[in-house]
């Protein structure tokens, strides 16, 4: 992994602007900091997949240091650049909008650690990680998509990235064996910086059952739901659904991850003895 020392970090934001902008570390931490909790989503994830998590972020917000450089009117895309040659295509709006897309400098209260992205990385909710969270960042590009395209892009994934309505069935766990009984069905449901509105469960091929949501921290988190299960006896498949809080149903049509996320339900077989 890359070892940056901050005292030679810079960040350069450079190309359809009207002002180039160069910032040191001294200067990013002085400006004022904004601290918010997102997940954030590997585009390779798989339904039901682990590679999805949570932090607290502390850092700079992009919009304002962009509004230092002033992009033109014709720009629509920043391809951010890492010390190590990846670069990331991310949409102008989500980084000038009221999400917080941050220059991350901090996670869970500590200095941003060193695998995380250190000194500085990108935090933008709503997109996927392969067009967003660009770590060990040294410049933001203001361009266009048609004019440049970031890392991966050039191997065939999509260009934007969006995250996609997903649920994940966490309890019980695929192959368990369950007591018959009274018991839980629960699990995590998202769809960064859109958010989610009800999660759905469905036992064998009886009728889709509303769970009950937790609070979730805000739109650009994941929301924890459970459901009351009266488990008997035999061999039981268990799938859940989410509903968007745009009113969009989570599609049951089956993709891979490729080119830009999977979708489909997520599916468990349980025993209950």
Sequence with gaps: MPQVD?????LRVHGLVEQEVVLRWDDLVALPQKETVATLVCVSNEVGGSLIGNAR???VPIRDILAR??????????????????????PLEALTDDRDALLAIG??????PIEHGFPVRLVVPGLYGYVSATKWVSELEVTRF????????????????????????????????VAAGDTVIAGVAW????GVSDVEVQVDDGPWQTATLATAISADTWVQWSLPWNATSGSHVIRCRAVSATGETQTSATAAPAPDGATGWDQRTVSVA
Excluded: C
Aim: glycine share 10%; hydrophobic share 35%; aromatic share 8%.
């Design 191 to 194: 769809q960064t910086h859109v």
């Design 69 to 90: 450089a002033v992009p033109t009117a014709e720009a629509d895309m920043v391809l951010s650049h890492s010390v190590d040659g990846f670069t990331a295509s991310t």
């Design 6 to 10: 901050p005292a030679t970090w810079t």
């Design 146 to 177: 048609d004019r440049a395209e970031g890392y991966w892009t050039s191997r065939g994934w999509s260009e934007r990235g969006p995250v996609k309505l997903q649920s994940r069935i966490d309890v019980p766990r695929s192959g368990a064996q």
């Design 107 to 112: 996670m869970n209260g500590e200095p941003l």
């Design 57 to 59: 972020w502390l850092g």
